[in-house]
Structures are given as structure tokens and as C-alpha cells.
Nanobody, 118 residues
């Protein structure tokens, strides 16, 4: 049974930082592309960042480029998202996703809330 469990969310003032984690189990973590998405109230889910199984190849949404850093530790089966210079618009539930299929990611976590106040 595949499980993705996010942690590290919380409330922070604008300009602050948070580091999210996503602990994976139930599949071969190192074999899958992984991603972070976010969903703000009343908005559609938004892709944030993706990292390939090689731990090196990464891509970012323009809205977070230069502020967020995605990483993974295949030895620990954990995905990370370091978020710096947070702005109010970053407020959302952040979800990790694993193993890209033909249409969407096959596995999703429950999400962790990030709230940025001005």
C-alpha cells in the first residue's frame, strides 16, 4: 500500500521560510518522478515543482522559481521542498505526488497547510 505523508507546514510571516517533507512508503521510491503541487481555497490545483528519480533534474513553476528548492533523498524515501522568501500568495495546501502516469500522478499525499501572513 503506497503512502505519502507530508509534514512541515505551518504559519509564517511574509519573507519567512518553511521546509516541507513527504515521506513515502509502499513502492520503490527511487524509481519514480515526484512533484509538489498546491491548492489555495477556491482555486485549482497548481503544479509547483518536479524532480526526477536521478535526484538532480528539477523544474519549477515561474511563480516559485528562485525561492523554492525541491530535493529528494532516495536513501530515506523522502521528498523535500525548501520554501524561502514566502509571500502571501504562497498560502495553500501543499501536496506531494509520486509516479507520473499517462494522465496524472498515480499517488498523492493528503497535504500540509502553509499559511503566509503579511
Amino acid at each position: 500500500q503506497v503512502q505519502l505523508v507530508e509534514s512541515g507546514g505551518g504559519s509564517v510571516q511574509a519573507g519567512g521560510s518553511l521546509k516541507l517533507s513527504c515521506a513515502a512508503s509502499g513502492y520503490v521510491f527511487s524509481s519514480c518522478r515526484m512533484a509538489w503541487y498546491r491548492q489555495a481555497p477556491g482555486k485549482e490545483r497548481e503544479w509547483v515543482s518536479v524532480i526526477a528519480s536521478d535526484e538532480v533534474t528539477t523544474y519549477y513553476a515561474e511563480s516559485v522559481k528562485g525561492r523554492f528548492t525541491i530535493s529528494r533523498d532516495n536513501a530515506k524515501d523522502t521528498l523535500y521542498l525548501q520554501m524561502n522568501s514566502l509571500i502571501v500568495e504562497d498560502t495553500a495546501v501543499y501536496l506531494c505526488a509520486a509516479c507520473r502516469g499517462p494522465r496524472d500522478y498515480n499517488y498523492w499525499g493528503q497535504g500540509t497547510q502553509v499559511t503566509v501572513s503579511s
